[in-house]
């Protein structure tokens, strides 16, 4: 691995690690509750799956292992913090 490549990769993880604290504080003073998070987890696996067409351009690979994250971290702050889930349409 180069040593461009290597910061790019520790500052991706920094940045997951800001995230992942900022939601869980979020959480735990009540300015999310549940049914934000997942409301937050589907709109990441949405413009994951439209990639090509979002109006924010980003790396199609970098969207996808996104919205798997999100889907992780929201799994962990749900079953950590509980709550009510967000009413299906």
């Known amino acids: 691995m180069t040593e461009l490549s290597h910061l790019e990769n520790r500052a991706g993880d920094e940045s997951l690690v800001i995230l992942q604290s900022l939601l869980c504080i979020l959480r735990e003073k009540n300015l999310l509750n549940r049914a ?3 409301e937050l987890c589907e709109r990441v696996a949405l413009r994951a799956t ?3 067409r979002d109006p924010l351009p980003c790396c199609a690979e970098a969207t996808r292992t996104a919205a798997v994250e999100m889907g992780r971290i ?4 749900g079953q950590r913090y509980g709550g ?6």
């Not at 929201?74 to 702050?77: L, N, Q």
């Not at 009510?84 to 349409?89: E, F, G, L, V």
Request: neutral net charge.
């Open 74 to 77: 929201g799994t962990y702050i």
């Open 50 to 52: 439209q990639a090509e």
């Open 84 to 89: 009510k889930h967000r009413p299906r349409a």
């Open 36 to 38: 934000d998070i997942e």
